[in-house]
């Protein structure tokens, strides 16, 4: 089975504490890594959990509030200094690019490698990257300023014919199109092999939903229908509802109910806010109401299963 | 005897590693907190060694390569977010005013507190800022963009006369201005006590540089001389002396040796290249010209001595 694998980078929100670094997450499948959100001190928490950073070739930015970006520019700092030469594609606000050139500008840097901007156009489901193995799409979210989660998703894998039944019939190449096509098959003797006892049919592809940052919003639902992991925002408790409304967040109860809704498989919540230290009554209240519930971890990784 | 420490933030140089941070250090000088520079992730080291940034009234930013200034945003975001509302200066190139505020405008953020821009007019020995206590003035670096270091000076404290010598001779306040002045006390009995054996002189004012980036340049010297503590950058050994020359920085043994020649008190190295894991071979360099070296440590104070 391929990788599919996310490892929390930064789970805080605005404001970091001595323990929490903003918000930034590492998506690994098949081998793309995925860069989501991409806070203060980014790249240092890449060093500090060994990952190569170099590997990355797509960072998904969500909005412009400095907790999900101003890591960027000492990430693509590094890579140039370090050598980088491959394009770096960015799927974020389109001011971001300016942000970005402007500093360039001023440091009188000349960056050696392509960075492909792909501005967000803030439409539900619209697809912003796809290759044989993964697609991307984007879910408008609810904040303060336009904001945009993703849906990380598997392509369907094609059925496969396992090395045992290829060896033990003797299969050609023409026999094996043919069945992968649907065909059965049938022996010299005349006996015929039904096409379900050859072939080996795929988990059906995962998939991976990022929510950050946003009020509670049921129209987000048919977007995240289902996902395998869901990570959605819990900056408050529940009795901090109405602070979460004005500043367009979410509590733990309300992501809870969300994954519910969505019928997602697993919620992983995160985002919390820099007042609390303990996290288990984040956890307890999202459990109320969807037990197969995580927190976001730095430094953790969770395996996305069927 | 007032305060007058240097803690350290941050001494890597351009690519921190997951051990160090980008540059960054607090001055406390009489309880002002002067921050200079301000790499990424200065905000979490700042809360990491307990230290309340928001006692921060001035920062001075050298010049605009980002592990001088990429933490900026955040420290600022985190200040208002904190409920700032005291103005904070900053000492800065012109441009980071339009990369400041470009980020405050498509992050729509309305800033609760003044920011006031003193732009660099990179002329040696201006005068940048000044109260009763402290006098902060420029240098100017020899750097691959215009880069600032600055000195930062004690004023001179005023003589004192003991509270021993007050109760003494009972003298009023009249005879204390006196003496202040410089006069000697005549005792009712027409005995004469001499001013010096009234007044305690105070140290010599005392004086901190901070010179990174730079190469070797001994134009410094005269801005430098007699320093209670110097900072230079140390980025390389000797032995990179050429690729030092190229990316306008300095090797350890010419620290030591503008150190030497600007006959300054101490030498504290820093800003190293993340390929020395083992800083031991960089302070041996600098000894070697200039015996009094410490390195400059993450977490580190050091209280600066006449």
Redesign the interface.
């Known amino acids: 089975m391929q990788n599919f694998e996310l490892t929390i980078l930064g789970c805080s929100s ?5 323990k929490r ?2 918000t930034a997450q590492l998506l690994n499948i098949a081998e793309r890594f995925f860069l989501i959100d991409c806070g ?2 980014t ?2 928490q890449l ?2 959990f060994k990952l190569k950073f170099q590997r990355i070739n797509h960072i998904f930015i969500s909005h ?4 999900h970006y ?2 960027l ?2 990430l693509i ?2 890579m140039h ?2 050598g980088r030469t491959v394009e770096l594609h960015l799927y974020c ?1 389109a ?2 690019q ?2 970005i050139e ?2 360039f500008k ?4 000349y960056i050696k490698f392509p960075i492909v901007y792909h501005a967000h156009n803030y439409v539900n489901n619209e697809l912003i990257f796809e290759d044989e193995r993964v697609e991307v799409r984007t879910i408008v979210l609810n904040h ?2 336009p904001c945009c989660g993703f849906v990380f998703k598997e392509k369907p894998l094609l059925p496969t014919i396992s090395k045992e039944a290829i060896h033990l019939f003797q299969l050609t190449v023409d026999e094996i199109v043919a069945i992968k096509a649907g065909g059965d098959f049938v022996k010299r003797s005349g006996e015929i092999i039904k096409n379900s006892e050859l072939l080996s049919i795929p988990n059906s592809p995962r998939s991976y939903a990022y929510c950050s940052d946003t009020c509670y919003d049921e129209r987000l639902l048919e977007y995240i229908k289902g996902v395998n992991l869901l990570y959605h925002e819990a900056t408050f408790l529940n009795e901090m509802q109405e602070r979460a409304k004005e500043t367009y967040h979410t509590t733990a109860l309300q992501a809870g109910t969300i994954a519910k809704k969505a019928e997602v498989k697993q919620l992983m919540i995160g985002h919390y806010s820099a007042r609390y230290k303990d996290l288990q009554p984040l956890l307890d209240e999202a459990k109320s109401v969807f037990e197969n519930t995580v927190l976001a971890i730095e430094g953790e990784s969770t395996i996305v299963h069927n």
């Not at 605005?14 to 001595?18: D, E, G, N, R, Y």
Request: proline letters at 8%; zero cysteines; glycine letters at 8%.
């Open positions: 605005a404001t970091p504490t001595s670094n903003p203060e001190a790249q240092i060093r500090r412009l509030h400095g907790d101003l890591g520019m000492g700092s590094s200094l370090l606000p001011e971001l300016e942000i402007i500093q001023h440091s009188q840097s303060r300023i």
